[in-house]
T-cell receptor, first 115, second 116 residues
Framework: AQSVAQPEDQVNVAEGNPLTVKCTYS??????LFWYVQYPNRGLQFLLK??????LVKGSYGFEAEFNKSQTSFHLKKPSALVSDSALYFC?????????????FGIGTKLQVIP | GAVVSQHPSWVICKSGTSVKIECRSL??????MFWYRQFPKQSLMLMAT?????????EQGVEKDKFLINHASLTLSTLTVTSAHPEDSSFYIC????????????FGPGTRLTVL
């Protein structure tokens, strides 16, 4: 069974500092990987995805993520955090072996950017 | 582009009544729509997957007779919570996936259901 781990419940970072939100996964076959952001009482907004190709994926709002196959990780990063980045971030994965696999979401990491 | 709407955004109902939630893809055709339930401080739990014109596929443990899903067109799916009870109170989120090679799901803003 596929799974996603977001080891940190919450990440605190000062405004202007770089941020990293961690994600590791386990799937059969090659992974499709996604990051979504959720603001309070809202649905999820798509940030970026990795399907194939360059390991460094650039997405919305200045976010990027690096696919590391050997470490089975897909950490979300941003060079300079903004207070408005404070939200709940979800990593998601879909395996590609054995027919269509549903997307599995991590439990989410709350990002708090401190002014 | 890729906007998904949900209606209503919040609803309060009495125990025993039924509630219908609509999910629409506004600027694309969604061959597949998903319904999720999110509990406070928890991740999304996939309830069911629906493809236009066919019956929904429910996840294990989800009662298909209680959570009726209809995907009548390429832009509309509905979730009806029948005979709602307080334990059905939750945040329900739909997502839609365009056809073709893209694998990205686009999410609606969610519906907060409170059953009294």
């Amino acid at each position: 069974a596929q799974s996603v781990a977001q080891p940190e419940d919450q990440v605190n970072v000062a405004e202007g500092n770089p941020l990293t939100v961690k994600c590791t996964y386990s799937v059969s076959g090659n992974p499709y990987l996604f990051w979504y952001v959720q603001y309070p009482n809202r649905g999820l907004q798509f940030l970026l995805k990795y399907i194939t190709g360059d390991n460094l994926v650039k997405g919305s709002y200045g976010f990027e993520a690096e696919f590391n196959k050997s470490q089975t990780s897909f950490h979300l990063k941003k060079p300079s955090a903004l207070v408005s980045d404070s939200a709940l971030y979800f990593c998601a994965v879909r395996g590609t072996a054995g027919g269509y696999q549903k997307v599995t979401f991590g439990i989410g990491t709350k990002l708090q950017v401190i002014p | 582009g890729a906007v998904v709407s949900q209606h209503p955004s919040w609803v309060i109902c009495k125990s025993g009544t039924s509630v219908k939630i609509e999910c629409r893809s506004l600027d694309f055709q969604a061959t597949t729509m998903f319904w999720y339930r999110q509990f406070p401080k928890q991740s999304l739990m996939l309830m069911a997957t629906s493809n236009e014109g066919s019956k929904a596929t429910y996840e294990q443990g989800v009662e298909k007779d209680k959570f009726l899903i209809n995907h009548a067109s390429l832009t509309l799916s509905t979730l009806t919570v029948t005979s709602a009870h307080p334990e059905d109170s939750s945040f329900y989120i739909c997502s839609a996936k365009p056809g073709g090679p893209t694998d990205t799901q686009y999410f609606g803003p969610g519906t907060r259901l409170t059953v009294l």
